[in-house]
């Protein structure tokens, strides 16, 4: 197990928010689940990806703008952007890498190469296009694509101390600030239909300490809901222009935006500049937006694996309780989601944020991946007949580089500080150390989670300026119990941090017991999708039952199960790479009713005379074996 | 009651169908069903859309071509198809209204006017995009306004008996004819990527006896499935190309497409095409395809309304049993299953055809219209949150033509003949009188159909040569009876036509009796939507239960419903234009357990201590009041 970790220092807290995340470098995962992803993420993951940008022309589209080849503008306007969270995902993992150092260097030339001389940089608007340029900023994503070049940017400043390609992202950025603003300051009003830039430009900001950068994103968030739109420039207010403002969040001001709407992940990344705005400025009307938007889409408008995002049309939020199992539920949008948590988290330090992000991460994220790394889901059905299948690229290729870019960032999730306590919102085997006013701080968490609720949380070193730990128990982990050196605290309330005042020195043990039974879900009434139908949970991980594990004869959609039977969970190592299965007996619907007929003269529920073994994996790890059906609700017996 | 029809003579039998329609000029409706909803067709529906034609640009777009009038053209590259729906809707309304014959022949010559020397006409591909006719088959609907001008001018003539408008459309198919077909005879390969021509040329072939209008229409439905796809000129075999060509049921040769697919309404016009070649070719394999079709839509792909298509993104069929209830439903995708299907009864006569057609008449067809006759529904989902209203047009405004031909040709789907018989596939009162070699026939149909199960048919005349009349049982009809001047008939099977043998004499009368008991209805298990919850419908009407009807504190969504509860109808003259008001008693779920959370630990459902009353109406009329929740299923008690 290594579990030697740099010293870091925690940046300074911002402003308005309780908690300052630890950085990345400072952890370091050694469990088996996800330190072996985080081996996969890179050398399978980003090499194949680095692959796909190459031969389908992605690199060569910098390549044509800077003259080193010829050829014509491949694949999607925004296809920039694809190369952009390649390379911050590279970035994350690159230290002590030579073959990533040298990915991103490589990358990093090819871009720099081809910005334009006043700082312009985006490969479908140079060369012929160049007169189109910021016109359409409703569908053309160039400010969207400019997000991702300094996401990257600054990803790749913080691991590397290298200003190689920030300094090209600062000639962008300022050249966006010069041209965005109030047209009493001699600007262009704007708005991006594809919001991204927003959050990127508060991470400059901190990297850069240049305020200009914070008030561009503070602006460009203030400009949605204009009347004209600010997306489009010349302005105008033809009727047709105001088709559709909700998809693009344009149709209020953040303000008044008190719902998730429109495109999803749009919806997110907007929430997540906010939110960094919030932490700097401490705009009220707006943490009490984030707050409805929230309440909103998890109440409402949230799959049970939380993923976002109901309609295939518009890639969209579907109505409050629209929640159908044909699922769009893309990957990004759940990733956008564990970033918006991530802020929110630090805000106020309510654990109902890292219970969601946790959630997102297990499920809805990491469907997204099969488990050979090189397989990717766009969209993330709860049901599907067996035709849903994982898929190496895609012409709008948005997820599988935003999947590689959170697994890379992940350590960075797992622990905050505020002015006494370390914070530990995620568990898994591993160490963190980082340095406090007073002095390092190390922890190491021993544990099989998630596959096992027993955390061993050791304090290695402590400064006498930490007075407390708080560990997160999640809200679905009634009972829970916490030990500090085999004395019992009475803190351990689900859905909160248990905080432990205490002197801490080196050697105390945290022992965290999380009660891991499978528990049955059931879905509010007004979900038309799940009404007669239970899901399966155990801790953190949303199970389903898929087809490979049944008889031929019987399709898993006509399986249904009692809440009252037996639940049996049991490791298995060689199963779909090391899960916890769960089974139970069920029974299986006699369709012979309808034989044939899809509607007919209401008749009560039959079941065949035989049971069946129900056997349910989580829902990650469906769709790596055989095709076949597969469903996260199931019908559930009288 | 104005039973004074002309004497029509029934069209030659195509060559392999069984049956015959009557021409819709032998039936004359005085019911208070469709009578009344023709009348508001005539006096607001077609004056309506002719107002939104001319304010929309629709018919300037024919002046911009023909030169009298300057300006841009207007909407989307297929709005002409609107005019000739429209113009097809009012030849089937006009006989007798000057009006409407005014109107008719206005739009007749704005169309004629902007036809090309060389025959070609579709405004869109005038002027400046001249040179790109005819290149892409797949998306720019050509071919698909073609049809409809060519149907348009089939209804003219048959209405009128002028060729102002089919010699029009003689021009323009005959160009299509010199233009598309096999290399080896000069010509270019093409299929339509919107179908709709195939049938109107056949339409065109039995109208004017020229045979190559029916050999075209044969080439273009083989034309699909080939490969290199036929759609794009010149042809290409580029990757990119072959992106979804289910869509457009592209993928497969007719004689292999074994399921409904893709685009709903183009699946269905392609249905139509391919039964009318059977018709008059006798192609076996065809009709084995549609019946394979058929067998899948019903089974599998259908919603208990008879509406068709699931999917928002690409308005398409689902997998089997994909039948979410934010359904697509386009009312125009019902439509072409109307008319399919009374292609498909004319082949063989069986009575599920004619079951579908009136299923799909009274529930997914009569939604997409307003009880007003000026706001229709594009869409028709199943259950809504009340933001889901009619409008008065679109800017693709297929569906509000097509409701308005739909409702114009409607009398002509009530009757049939063959050899012998007169078939009786609709009910309403009214008459109908026409020529048989023998001499006229005429009958009256008495009843209250569809709020009453009584229907009396009174032969008024008949010649020797009619030996039998042919009625349709319902196969929701269990327990029908059919009685001769009191003479009790034993043919009346439920799903299939009653025969009656008999040397028929003016004054006899068939009385028959379908029992109007409202029925719950339930759906295959693998039905997602709608697991734990029933349909209510009673004779051919699908009901359903909205808010206006429930107090303002009792969500539509959360009623439970028990099969053995009694169920109550009664007809009301004063709502929703005269319903059959059905109702009965149930139970509201409480939903306090979840109280803000989405998801929760599995409990029971637990119901509130008072009952409600459940009132529940026609589905059709749902959306003329206030705004508010409804939906189609509905929770069932245990």
Known sequence: MNTTVSLTKVPAKRPCNRLSPVPLSAVALSDSFWAPRQAVNREVTLPTQYEQCETTGRLDNFRRVSGRKECEFSGIFFNDSDIYKLLEAVAYCLPGDPKLTAMADSIIDEVGAAQDENGYLNTYFSLERKGARWTNLKDMHELYCAGHLIEAAVAHFESTGSTSILDVARRLADHICDTFGSVADGKREGACGHEEVEHALVALYRATNEPRYLEQARYFIGAHGASPSAMYWPSTSAPWWDFNRRYHQDHVKFEDLKDVVGHSVRMMYYACGAADVYAETGNTQWLAALEAQWSNMTQRRMYVTGGLGARWDGEAFGDDWELTERAYAETCAAIGSIMWNKRMLQIDGDARYADLMELQLFNA?????????????????????????????????????????????????????????VWVHLFAQGAVRFELDGGPVQLRQETNYPWDGDIHIEVVEAPASMTALQIRIPAWAEGATVQVNDERVDTATAGSYARIDRSWAAGDIVRVHLPMQPRWVTADPRVFATAGKVALMRGPIVYCIEQADFPAGIDVRDVAVSKAAKLDARFETETLGGITVLRTSGKVIDRSAWDGALY???????????????????????????AGPMTVWIHSVG
């Open 600 to 626: 007919r003269d209401a008749v009560d529920v039959r079941y065949t005379a035989a049971d069946v073994d129900v056997v349910a994996i989580p829902y990650y790890a469906w769709a790596n074996r055989e």
């Open 365 to 421: 994220m990491l469907a997204g991946l099969s488990l050979s790394g090189d397989q990717y889901f766009y969209q993330n059905p709860l049901a599907d007949g067996g035709t849903h299948r994982r898929q190496p690229w895609f012409g709008c290729a948005c997820c599988p580089p935003n999947v590689a870019r959170l697994l890379g960032s992940l350590p960075g999730y797992f622990y905050s500080v505020d002015q006494d306590s």
